[in-house]
T-cell receptor, first 110, second 114 residues
Framework: SQQGEEDPQALSIQEGENATMNCSYK?????LQWYRQNSGRGLVHLIL?????REKHSGRLRVTLDTSKKSSSLLITASRAADTASYFC??????????FGTGTRLQVFP | DSGVTQTPKHLITATGQRVTLRCSPR?????VYWYQQSLDQGLQFLIQ???????AKGNILERFSAQQFPDLHSELNLSSLELGDSALYFC?????????????FGPGTRLTVL
């Protein structure tokens, strides 16, 4: 079963707007990662945040982590049509296996 | 292109049959992971191999088995197939680092069981 839930399940925005996705998980973690999946294709790693980090940036991406609330958020600024995809958070606790959330489907309209 | 290859891309078969999915990891990656993505279960970790040895096991059914060969490619064998086994099966590879490395995913094999 999945580690956690993502919210919202689906999000539709206009190009140029910001998109925020939230992820909640259930157990302790070593780190949390975000992946993107374009329409039934393979997943692509976006960013990793360690359990002792609170915020991380990569280009237009900003990830926050609150281990006390067992939650993370992914912010995509100035969205583009090419950002249309499903976004998954994945937690790592023991070893290397990824435990995925339910995903958020993002639609960015031109 | 992640550098991870999976064959075949699509597979259509009947209930009760057995199929083999193949994965070639990125050059130099010793770890291979298998994941299943279905509408009702989402993305689930199945099994991990490291340099030929099983390293971790997830929600993998007893009807499923995997192995990693000396050349590091991996195969996932699914037997006595049921309708509910229809899903996308992904292989990923990485350099193991206690979970601090990203995993590189292949394009997946879409299995349809009729």
């Amino acid at each position: 079963s999945q580690q956690g839930e993502e919210d919202p399940q689906a999000l539709s925005i206009q190009e140029g707007e910001n998109a925020t996705m939230n992820c909640s998980y259930k157990t302790s973690i070593n780190n949390l990662q975000w992946y993107r999946q374009n329409s039934g294709r393979g997943l692509v790693h976006l960013i990793l945040i360690r359990s002792n980090e609170r915020e991380k940036h990569s280009g237009r991406l900003r990830v926050t982590l609150d281990t006390s609330k067992k939650s993370s958020s992914l912010l995509i600024t100035a969205s583009r049509a090419a950002d249309t995809a499903s976004y998954f958070c994945a937690t790592v606790w023991v070893g290397d296996k990824l435990i995925f959330g339910t995903g958020t489907r993002l639609q960015v309209f031109p | 292109d992640s550098g991870v290859t999976q064959t075949p891309k699509h597979l259509i078969t009947a209930t009760g049959q057995r199929v083999t999915l193949r994965c070639s990891p990125r050059s130099g990656d010793l770890s291979v992971y298998w994941y299943q993505q279905s509408l009702d279960q989402g993305l689930q970790f199945l099994i991990q191999y490291y340099n030929g040895e099983e390293r971790a096991k997830g929600n993998i059914l007893e009807r499923f088995s995997a192995q990693q060969f000396p050349d590091l490619h991996s195969e996932l064998n699914l037997s006595s197939l049921e309708l509910g086994d229809s899903a996308l099966y992904f292989c990923a590879s990485s350099v193991p680092s206690g979970g601090y490395n990203e995993q590189f995913f292949g394009p997946g094999t879409r299995l349809t069981v009729l």
